[in-house]
């Protein structure tokens, strides 16, 4: 870049000199003819040559010295592009290297995401399986638990999907029903229930009857004719048989629970599983 500015000033300096040269020899001219003007009383066409090359040297010399006014103008106005482009090229470089910086972080955290993504559906993948056999093991107990409990969890036990795998119930959704129906069920295990029932007689007759439940593992009935039974949970549902034995206990353990007797310790059978 400083060559080529450069180089313009030395053409000029020897054309200035090449001027110089030819401002002298008309010079000489000029003295040399000055004795004839002086003689003669008149300008001869030597000295009017001279006066016409004197204005057409300082008429190159205005030109030169606007020329090289005007260069330097342009000089300085392209130095300082040239300073700006710098300035932009080298903020232009800097935004690139943060926007790669930027570009980096955006490609880890989205690496990371995804990472997190996978081990979020393995955990819901397996949160599903683990819906999944909660729901079958509900199902499985559901047929031996005692009627009267069944009816009331029968709102909860509708929304456990047919098919685990097609149903648009969320795994959240799943969970909580299960959970609703597992804590009724153990308010249920440690509670007293009475219900009235129909149930078979000795005699083979059906005739309603006044069930009590021991929690869920254990119930009696009897008759208003003192006719009683003993029922325990099966896989298929409750087995009732009939036993006359247990009749006055079933009956006293009834009226203590609604209150009509006196807080007694009452001994029935129990079959523990």
Do not use: C
Request: glycine letters at 6%.
């Amino acid at each position: 870049m400083n060559h080529h500015i450069q180089e313009p000033t030395a053409r000029r300096a020897r054309r200035s000199s090449i001027v110089a040269l030819a401002l002298a020899a008309a010079l000489t001219g000029v003295g040399a003819n000055s004795v004839t003007r002086v003689a003669g009383g008149s300008d001869t066409p030597e000295l009017e040559e001279t006066r016409i090359k004197m204005g057409k040297w300082i008429e190159t010399q205005q030109l030169i010295s606007k020329e090289r006014k005007d260069w330097q103008q342009g000089k300085e106005v392209l130095v300082g592009r040239l300073e700006l482009v710098k300035q932009e090229s080298t903020s232009l470089h800097e935004k690139i290297t943060d926007q790669r910086t930027e570009l980096d972080d955006a490609r880890l955290k989205r690496d990371l995401l995804l990472d997190q993504n996978d081990d979020l559906k393995a955990s819901a993948a397996k949160l599903a399986d683990a819906a999944t056999a909660l729901e079958a093991r509900v199902k499985q107990l559901f047929a031996s638990v005692p009627e009267p409990v069944q009816t009331k969890l029968q709102p909860l036990y509708q929304r456990i999907p047919e098919d685990p795998a097609k149903t648009k119930a969320s795994v959240a959704e799943r969970f909580q029903n299960v959970l609703g129906i597992l804590n009724e069920l153990n308010k249920a295990n440690n509670d007293l229930l009475v219900n009235y029932e129909i149930h078979e007689l000795a005699d083979g007759k059906p005739a309603e009857v006044k069930a009590i439940y021991v929690g869920l593992a254990q119930a009696y009935y009897v008759s208003a004719g003192g006719e009683a039974g003993i029922g325990r949970p099966g896989p298929n549902g409750w087995k009732w048989e009939p036993s006359k034995a247990v009749a006055n206990d079933v009956l006293t353990a009834l009226e203590i629970q609604q209150g009509k007797h006196t807080p007694a310790f009452v001994a029935l059978p129990a079959q523990i599983q």
